[in-house]
């Protein structure tokens, strides 16, 4: 099984959602389903219908944060011994060539994405165009339909 890697603040948060689905949201829908059910015809019972596709979404959660924590290896960045080049777990600040204008994001896991927070994944196109990069190398991306040249200026873990 090919492992994955996740920060450690990633995995906290994974095993806490986990534990949440499981302990308080699953309990809390499987009492609405019983609940719905006690209505009487399942075939044209709204509620019945609206619980169990909640519970198949809760329980569709439930199965992809515990294969994501089975795959998942904490990443650990004192472990990195040469810092100079973009990897899984790196903070990157990119400035616009033409603008100036800079970015900052970390590249995380596939779980932890949230690129309106600065948080990219590592599966993402942007991360897999500076992963491996250094300092002063610069990357184009095609923007709306012009191109854009961005310059990494720092990179940190």
């Given amino acids: 099984m090919l492992k994955k890697p996740i920060t450690?603040?990633?995995?906290?948060?994974?095993?806490?959602?986990?534990?949440?689905?499981?302990?308080?949201?699953?309990?809390?829908i499987v009492e609405a389903v019983q609940k719905a059910r006690a209505l009487g015809d399942l075939s044209e019972n709204a509620e019945y219908q609206g619980a169990r596709e909640k519970q198949k979404s809760i329980e569709g959660?439930?199965?992809?944060?515990?294969?994501?924590?089975?795959?998942?290896?904490?990443?650990?960045?004192?472990?990195?011994?040469?810092?100079?080049?973009?990897?899984?777990?790196?903070?990157?600040?990119?400035?616009?060539v033409e603008t100036g204008n800079e970015n900052i994001f970390k590249i995380v896991s596939e779980y932890e994405s949230d690129p309106s927070n600065g948080l990219v994944s590592s599966e993402a196109f942007m991360a897999k165009m500076i992963i491996g990069k250094q300092i002063n190398d610069i990357i184009q991306i095609k923007k709306d339909s012009n191109w854009q040249e961005l310059e990494i200026i720092e990179i940190w873990y």
């Fill in 8 to 28: 450690l603040d990633g995995f906290n948060r994974l095993c806490a959602e986990l534990e949440d689905l499981i302990n308080n949201h699953r309990p809390n």
């Fill in 61 to 96: 959660r439930i199965n992809y944060l515990q294969e994501m924590k089975m795959l998942g290896e904490i990443f650990d960045p004192a472990t990195i011994r040469d810092k100079s080049h973009v990897r899984f777990g790196a903070n990157v600040k990119l400035a616009c």
